[in-house]
Structure formats: C-alpha cells, structure tokens
C-alpha cells in the first residue's frame, strides 16, 4: 500500500504543478521578480526605468519579459521528468525543488546576460545570441540539470511512469491470486 501512495502523491503533485506552472499565479511573481532583478542590473550598467511592467534603457529600448522568458514549459517538463520516476515522495520533490531553483537561477543568469549583450553590443549581436540560446543552448541547461540531480540522487534503473505502471499492475495481480 505504502508504494501506491507514493504513486498518488507524486502524481497528485505533478497535476498540480502542471496547473500551477501555466497559471498566472506562477508566472506573474516570477515575471515581476525577473523584471525587478532585471532592472536592478542594468541600473549598475547604464540609465534604465522601470514604466509599467517594462524597463525602458537610455530612454530609447524597451525590454519586456514575457512567458516565453520565463519558461514555463520547462518547468513543466522538469516536474514531468522528476515526478514519473519511482524515487521516494520526499526526497523526489527535494530534488525536484533543487532543479526547479537551479533552473530558475541559470535562466535568470540567461536573460540578464542577454540584457547586457543588448546594452553593450546592440540588437544585432543580441538577436544573434538570443537565437543560440532559444534554440539550443537552453535545452541543453535544461537537460544538464535533470541529469545531474538524477544520477548524483537515484541510482536505480527505472523509467518514468512506465516503472509505475508495471508496478500497480503487478500490485493488482498480487491482489486477485
């Protein structure tokens, strides 16, 4: 019985995560955060104000973070990975927080570093870095995360939900014999 429950748990979890991570009681502190972080930065490097939701640099560009920055798809698809596993409930949402705080500083880190790329080097330079980080450079952060917490914290050779599955279904022919 104690294994179903780490079942519901995690799954129950995972559905309200999911919720959650698309909804704007998530995306909407974060973004402020993002923003108010974000504006504190570019204060050391150059003039910026903050005008209602977007910071305005030397008078002339105007930044905006908008869901896409925030990534909500990859918090999504790291509570996904993490909460599909057959790691114990505790210590499966204590890794979970560690990647989602992991994740959420290195994306942070991307968007300031995108931010000064812009200030010091123009649109040119930053929408040439912002494509490698759109396309590539963050799915592979993203991945290095979810397997570092995964194979410094759980050992066994198990597949997500796929392991489940095949252990309620051998739960549920144990109860029939």
């Known amino acids: 019985m104690k294994k179903e429950y780490d ?27 993002f923003l ?5 930065f570019l204060k050391l490097i150059t003039k910026v104000q903050y005008i209602g939701g977007e910071l ?4 002339e560009v105007k930044f905006l973070i908008i869901d896409a920055c925030i990534a909500p798809s990859a918090y999504v698809f790291i509570s996904i990975i993490f909460l599909t596993l057959p790691i114990p ?8 927080l560690k990647a989602l705080l992991a994740f959420t500083i290195i994306n942070l880190l991307r968007i300031l570093f995108l931010m000064w790329v812009h200030v010091q080097f123009g649109i ?4 040439k870095f912002h494509y490698i980080f759109y396309e590539g450079v963050s799915g592979i952060l993203m991945a290095a995360i979810i397997i570092y917490y995964l194979k410094n914290n759980h050992t066994k050779k198990t597949y997500p939900l ?3 599955v095949k252990d ?3 739960e549920i ?3 029939k014999q």
Do not use: C, M, Q
Request: aromatic content about 22%.
């Open 56 to 59: 305005l640099v030397n008078s």
């Open 168 to 170: 309620l279904v051998k």
């Open 162 to 164: 796929f392991t489940d």
């Open 36 to 40: 108010l972080i974000s504006y504190w």
């Open 173 to 175: 022919r144990k109860g």
């Open 89 to 96: 409930f505790i210590k499966n949402i204590s890794l979970l």
């Open 7 to 33: 079942i519901f748990l995690r799954y129950s979890s995972l559905f309200a995560l999911l919720y959650f991570f698309i909804s704007t009681y998530f995306l909407v502190p974060i973004t402020h955060i």
């Open 124 to 127: 040119e330079v930053f929408n």
